[in-house]
């Protein structure tokens, strides 16, 4: 289906000027401030409650050590089902803040009463010993339990709806012109029982509105209901789009009838900016059956958040299919909630621009702008503006010119102050937001809203900042900042190294030259070696390498760099190879590809650093210096599961040094490693120095190893074979020859029960099954605490559930198949292992998926169009030590503990592995802790344990899991280089003239 809008990531300047073009003779700022002056002012001398979010910020702002403690405690404690972990996660967050100089006022009374008392009672560093005993510690977490309940209550209006309508009843007799539309609260669904029960708490929830409404009334003078799309699909997702359709549209179509025949206002609400054209096509083809069913509703709406680059395209985007259909809707305009998360996945992804604003200011500006189209738009759009800050409020107001076309709305517990002194005008609207929920459905909503409004930017935290004037409070946003407030995401590792480019594949425009390519993309035959040959490549690359070293090492650099802007040129072409040859999918091809662009650009850079002459001190008369020098021809062997960016890391690690290289690719991938040789030919590389020999390991791979000359051996792959690749190396007669060698590992993940279940599931699934399980990075053992084990592991189960499986080139494919038959026989052989001695958590598989049943297909199901395919699988074993080797695909192993979190990590290190560990816990003291614990190359705390960045995340591990240095790091171009150290004695020619002068 084509975009319904543009590319997102486009020039910050050029759509902020377009925004104020826009609104140009539309808005006097003066007069909206002036307006709005004496609001604030009456704020100010008439404080709003202390239980209200601004009195809580006020006190504790969220970048004191109090409010992040605040912060975390409220995002964790709450869900905690075990003693212990209770006490140890109130005593990490505590004894990071002082609660005892708060002010005197209602809130600190509140909060002293729990949270000061529990800093000075509990046990320090939540251990036994302490001042008091641990009934005591127990008696004062659930004080600090109390008073982290009390401040969840004042922002939920109530733990049911039904609690909630007799809240708001209430408000209402004190505010007639009041209206609330409810929001259920909940993480979005990653399993179809969680999409269901969402469904069903909507349901619900309209017929208990629908109850206490008037269907002779308007949806604006009804109250309503916000929804959710991603809690009532769990795959609501570009990638799914066809899924999507078919399933939620009829789920959201029933919630819509539902809502038409009791009259009131059901929006559909804002999500991330990569679910935006997603979320228009359903919102479009659920428009079309209002349209053909219930044409007089017009409470139907939309969520539209103004930072988003395309805001102002979205409103008349909007605004033309209410046109076009002859309806109505209710669209809310809100500046925005995932700021930062959008941020870090526009830099995390190489994106060219960022899809939201960067400066504040923008973001009023273009939420004006669309507050002026939205009124513009009054015959097919009722506006509804989501806002707290007075200025804007103000400017609406004059905007409207008092046709009372609109409502404003707020939070439920906050910007109560504000819209007190607003809401004296009786002709102005006002519906509160409301969350409805158990307390511990809140978390995740009550932290963003304190990170939104504790913002030293946000107008809610400067009110409150009696030290803000009024003019810096009210000043215009209305001016132009032509660059953007952070580093584009090029230009993330500075001047000197750029980032490389990604692909959002969930924007037309990015992906169709991906989707081209693959339609003409060939996978051509490389020719093996012939091992009888190799002692000549070995001599050539000798010969060459003595040309090349001598080459200075700019000019090197300039090479690998040439090669890199070549490679990012050809990106579309070398992802349709990988997903050809390799079987990678779009989004883990387009990974590699960026990966090895990185190493050849952060090579380049390391060894114009290294690779200058050191001067070291000594006494006078004398110079001494220290060089890094080439060591001749390498020996790089690269796996199949990363054949372009492991190959081209070794390579140019290689050859950046100054050294020649001969590779010997994976047997299953060697045509994408011989177009990765033919870019850096092209760039420069003469061809001596860097040849592709292709052929069998045991053949090739050791003939080129027993050569005699071979000054280094790079090796990616199995322990197994790095065992025999050293066993080779010591047994030669002559230098002793470094190896580096990067071998797997059984990767684990601990968690406590602190961690987020929903955070926690998507961390699993996306590293024990993105790319079928075959990464080095791969997690294989879950180690899940056992108050939180059944849950966690039935949301896995649930989620697992839900991926398709499939080919590869299919943009839906979330795990294809492995690489071969005889990994397939392998891992095969393992599962039927497990079926045997461990319980099977299998989740089962999608109807959508392959056709395959629920345990491990024979060859002939397995086998399509010449691939083997694993679905994932889940076993829960007894103990750690059961996990004796890895299982290289995607079989993952489950094992509950409890007590002490350091015994699980010296249970992991007893395993032998050391490469990469995951920690879930929101005790940052344990985290630090059993990270310093861990014998392991790569610790990532509560996030997925894949996908390490060139220069970010050094990649690398140790014992079973290979020797270091770290892939991507500062120390790893060192292996490859002698050391020379040159002293002259500057006397020598007649005296220490430096010293006489």
Not at 28 to 52: E, L
Not at 115 to 138: F, H, N, Y
Request: proline residues 6%.
């Amino acid at each position: 289906m084509s975009q319904h809008l543009p590319s997102p990531y486009r020039p910050e300047a050029g759509i902020v000027s377009a925004a104020l073009a826009a609104l140009e003779g539309a808005l006097d700022w003066p007069a909206a401030a002036a307006a709005a002056r004496p609001w604030v002012d009456a704020v100010r001398r008439h404080p709003p409650p202390f239980w209200a979010m601004e009195s809580l910020l006020k006190e504790y702002p969220i970048a004191s050590a109090e409010g992040l403690a605040l912060m975390r405690l409220a995002e964790a404690l709450l869900r905690v089902p075990d003693a212990e972990t209770a006490i140890a996660l109130t005593a990490d967050q505590l004894g990071r803040a002082d609660f005892d100089g708060a002010p005197d006022s209602p809130l600190a009374r509140l909060s002293q009463a729990a949270i000061a008392m529990s800093k000075k009672m509990l046990p320090d560093g939540g251990q036994e010993q302490g001042l008091l005993s641990r009934l005591g510690a127990r008696t004062v977490v659930a004080a600090t339990l109390r008073a982290v309940q009390l401040l969840g209550r004042q922002f939920v209006l109530g733990q049911s709806i039904g609690e909630a309508l007799g809240e708001a009843a209430d408000a209402r007799r004190r505010q007639p012109n009041l209206r609330h539309s409810y929001d259920m609260l909940g993480e979005g669904a990653r399993t179809e029982a969680d999409a269901l029960h969402y469904l069903e708490s909507y349901r619900d929830a309209i017929a208990a509105i629908a109850a206490g409404g008037d269907a002779q009334r308007s949806p604006a003078d009804n109250d309503g209901i916000s929804i959710k799309l991603s809690a009532l699909h769990p795959r609501y997702e570009d990638a799914q789009r066809a899924r999507v359709l078919a399933e939620l549209v009829p789920r959201v179509w029933a919630l819509c009838q539902q809502a038409a025949r009791a009259n009131i206002n059901l929006t559909i609400d804002a999500e991330e900016v990569d679910r935006l054209e997603l979320s228009l096509d359903v919102f479009e083809a659920l428009a079309l059956q209002v349209a053909r069913e219930q044409p007089q509703w017009q409470g139907f709406g939309l969520a539209l958040q103004s930072y988003q680059s395309r805001a102002q395209e979205l409103v008349a985007h909007v605004a033309q299919l209410g046109r076009r259909l002859g309806l109505r809707f209710m669209c809310r305009l809100v500046k925005g909630a995932y700021w930062d998360a959008e941020i870090k996945r526009a830099q995390e992804m190489g994106l060219p621009q960022y899809p939201v604003f960067t400066h504040k200011h923008h973001t009023d500006i273009s939420y004006l702008a669309c507050a002026r189209a939205l009124l513009d738009a009054g015959d097919v759009i009722f506006a509804q503006f989501a806002t707290h800050n007075a200025g804007t409020i103000a400017a609406i107001v004059q905007m409207a010119g008092g046709t009372g076309g609109f409502e404003l709305q707020r939070l439920h517990g906050m910007g109560e102050g504000i819209y007190r002194e607003v809401l004296k005008d009786p002709s102005i609207r006002c519906r509160v937001y409301a969350p409805v929920g158990q307390h511990r459905e809140l978390l995740a909503y009550l932290v963003r809203r304190l990170l939104e409004n504790g913002a030293n930017s946000s107008f809610v935290h400067q009110l409150a900042d009696e030290s803000v004037g009024m003019q810096q409070l009210l000043v215009s946003p209305l001016w132009l900042e032509r660059e953007a407030a952070l580093p584009l995401p090029p230009q993330l590792y500075g001047a000197s190294r750029r980032n490389s480019e990604g692909v959002d594949l969930t924007v037309e425009s990015m992906r169709a030259p991906l989707l081209a390519a693959y339609e003409t993309t060939r996978v051509p035959t490389v020719p093996l070696a012939d091992v009888a040959s190799v002692g000549d490549a070995v001599a050539r690359a000798l010969a060459a390498g003595r040309h090349w070293s001598r080459a200075p090492v700019e000019r090197r650099a300039a090479i690998l760099r040439k090669a890199a802007d070549a490679m990012q040129t050809q990106l579309p072409q070398l992802c349709a190879l990988l997903v050809k040859e390799a079987f990678k999918t779009w989004g883990d091809a387009v990974s590699e590809v960026r990966e090895a662009i990185d190493f050849l650009r952060y090579y380049a850079d390391e060894a114009q650093r290294l690779m200058q002459p050191l001067a070291l001190a000594g006494p006078t008369g004398e110079s001494n210096e220290l060089r890094l020098t080439a060591r001749g021809a390498w020996v790089c062997i690269s796996p199949w599961n990363f054949p372009l960016a492991i190959f081209t890391g070794q390579v140019a690690a290689a050859l950046a040094t100054g050294n020649s290289v001969l590779a010997k690719p994976a047997d299953q991938t060697p045509a994408i490693a011989a177009e990765a040789v033919r870019l850096l030919h092209a760039a420069g590389v003469p061809a001596d120095a860097l040849q592709l020999l292709h052929g069998p390991g045991e053949t090739v791979g050791a003939a080129l190893v027993a050569q005699p000359g071979i000054a280094g051996v790079v090796f990616t792959g199995s322990t197994q074979v790095a065992r025999i690749i050293h066993r080779a190396l010591a047994a030669k007669d002559g230098p002793i020859v470094p190896l580096i060698a990067e071998t797997g590992g059984i990767n684990a993940m601990l968690v406590d029960s602190t961690a987020l279940p929903e955070q926690v599931a998507d961390a699993v699934v996306q590293s024990a099954f993105r790319s079928a399980g075959q990464r080095c990075s791969a997690l294989r053992l879950l180690c899940l605490h056992e108050g939180i084990a059944d849950t966690v592991t039935g949301m896995l189960a649930g989620a697992v559930r839900e991926l398709v499986i499939g080919d590869p080139a299919l943009l839906a494919t979330d795990v294809g198949p492995v690489i071969d038959r005889e990994a397939w026989e392998g891992i095969a052989r393992q599962v039927e292992r497990l079926q045997r001695t461990a319980t099977d958590r299998h989740p089962g598989l999608e109807p959508g998926s392959m056709p395959l049943h629920a345990g491990v297909p024979m060859p002939d199901q397995a086998r399509h169009d010449g691939r083997f395919f694993i679905p994932p699988q889940i076993f829960e074993v007894a103990s750690i030590a059961e996990v004796q080797q890895e299982i290289f695909g995607p079989v993952l192993h489950v094992v509950r503990w409890s007590g002490d979190p350091a015994a699980v990590i010296d249970q992991i290190n007893a395993l032998g592995y050391g490469l990469t560990l995951g920690i879930q816990t929101r005790i940052d003291s344990r985290a630090q802790a059993l990270a310093a614990r861990a014998h392991v190359g790569n610790v990532y705390v509560n996030r997925n344990i894949i996908g390490a960045v060139v220069g970010v995340q050094p990649f690398g591990g140790e014992g079973l899991s290979g020797t270091g240095p770290k892939a991507g790091g500062p120390y790893y171009l060192q292996r490859f280089c002698a050391e020379q150290t040159l002293t002259i004695n500057t006397t020598a020619a007649g005296g220490n003239v430096a010293l006489l002068a």
